[in-house]
């Protein structure tokens, strides 16, 4: 029989009373486990009709401030942002059947945050970047090919292309975080943290 914590919860939940503390045990179990993007994870966000968005998109970085992730500032996601910066992720993995929601408000990066994470990416992402006017439309493929191969002889020097103004990184402040794992018969685990008005963390148990 598995450990318990004093929640009558499995071990792997520990007694911890920060969830962004449980968040970082679980994503390190995971990067050993996943085989492809551990950090993936599902965004949704809404529009001003209130009209729902998901997709995949990529951890980038976090701590106690936030969830980050980088973006064409003029893309649907960061449009609907925009307007509704109220927004939640969801991380699934399945080797552990592990899951992690995470709802809060999201705001932009700093230029020098945007900046520092935007020099580590490789040549042909920075030129992507400058290429890609995400989610408009293309009239075809080489449309967009060209335009890679224009912005490759202007930026011909692999270590001097300058990040898009139209290209940054938003940061999830989190408000929600609810912890779940899989069982049998469908009786799941599941753990939720709240943030109280005092800044602490709230937790309660839910059921399956």
């Avoid at 938003?170 to 753990?191: A, D, M, S, V």
Wanted: glycine letters at 6%; aromatic letters at 12%; charged letters at 30%.
């Amino acid at each position: 029989m598995n450990q318990k914590n004093s929640l009558g919860l499995d071990i792997c939940f520990g007694n911890l009373e920060n969830p962004i503390d449980l968040f970082k045990e679980w994503f390190n179990k995971a990067k050993n486990t996943e085989i492809n993007d551990p950090n993936a994870l599902a965004l949704s966000t809404a529009d001003e009709k209130g009209i729902p968005s998901v997709r995949m998109v990529l951890l980038k970085d976090y701590n106690q401030s936030g969830f980050v992730f980088y973006t064409n500032i003029d893309s649907k996601k960061s449009k609907d942002i925009k307007v509704n910066p109220n927004a939640s992720m969801c991380f699934h993995w399945k080797s552990l059947l592990r899951q992690i929601r995470i709802t809060g408000e999201i705001s932009k990066v700093s230029d020098k945050v945007a900046d520092d994470y935007y020099k580590t990416r490789d040549y042909g992402s920075r030129i992507g970047a400058w290429a890609s006017k995400q989610s408009t439309i293309l009239k075809s493929r080489d449309e967009l090919y060209n335009l890679i191969e224009k912005y490759k002889k202007k930026y011909p020097d692999e270590d001097n292309v300058p990040r898009p103004e139209y290209w940054s990184g938003w940061n999830l402040n989190p408000k929600e975080f609810e912890f779940w794992l899989g069982k049998e018969n469908r009786i799941h685990q599941r753990l939720k943290y709240t943030k109280l008005n005092n800044g602490n963390w709230g937790k309660t148990l839910l059921s399956p």
